[in-house]
């Protein structure tokens, strides 16, 4: 597994669909697929199911060039857009490390309902640095630190009520932190903050 560095960040600059793919395979890709390898056995022993790993490949595009591309692990092989999932990605300001529930995820509602149930309990153990976004094909986030218990609720009644609604919770952390180029402080950081997700992939995976 190694770190990652300004050009690889910089990959996302370069313009058109088919040069900045190139860009992704030659320099991002392996990268993703050395942490999915590296990150898979830790996660199926956090779960206590068989991870697989997923690498965005991107094929479906024909114009925008992608501005994030990612790894993600799910408990089925043939893919993760329907499962609870993690996943680890880039993008030109950073890099993000996340659970996430997305659009083809059956049972929003129902993990949205459990979450509120228990969200005094569950809410105080997240750390305090997480962020919660509710689109994945958008940069923006919220700290939980700003959204307390108030704002995480809103989310979570959308999530339960809007079909489109998406629920994402991790980490960012910025292109300049010395962290992200740093392998063993990386796999560290990752590492961690899919230990502290656990509860909420155990609510996904009882809400399935």
């Not at 390898?37 to 094929?59: C, D, F, N, Q, W």
């Not at 479906?60 to 329907?82: L, N």
Request: hydrophobic letters at 35%.
């Amino acid at each position: 597994m190694k770190g990652f560095e300004d050009r690889d960040f910089d990959v996302f600059t370069i313009d058109g669909l088919e040069p900045r793919m190139e860009g992704l395979k030659e320099r991002i890709r392996p990268k993703l697929e050395s942490i999915g390898e590296t990150i898979a056995p830790s996660l199926s022993r956090l779960t206590g199911e068989e991870m697989y790993i997923h690498v965005a490949k991107h094929a479906r595009r024909t114009v925008h060039p992608p501005d994030e591309t990612w790894v993600a692990w799910s408990p089925q092989k043939k893919g993760y857009k329907s499962q609870p999932h993690f996943q680890v990605g880039i993008r030109e300001t950073g890099l993000f490390a996340m659970f996430a529930l997305i659009y083809e995820y059956p049972d929003k509602p129902g993990f949205a309902q459990n979450l509120l149930e228990q969200l005094d309990e569950i809410l105080p153990g997240l750390p305090s640095d997480f962020v919660l976004s509710r689109d994945h094909t958008r940069p923006e986030v919220d700290p939980l630190s700003e959204l307390g218990r108030e704002g995480m609720k809103a989310a979570l009644e959308r999530l339960r009520n809007v079909k489109k609604a998406e629920f994402l919770c991790g980490r960012v952390w910025n292109r300049e932190d010395p962290r992200v180029h740093d392998p063993s402080r990386l796999e560290e950081m990752i590492r961690e903050t899919f230990s502290s997700l656990e509860h909420l992939y155990r609510l996904a995976r009882l809400s399935h």
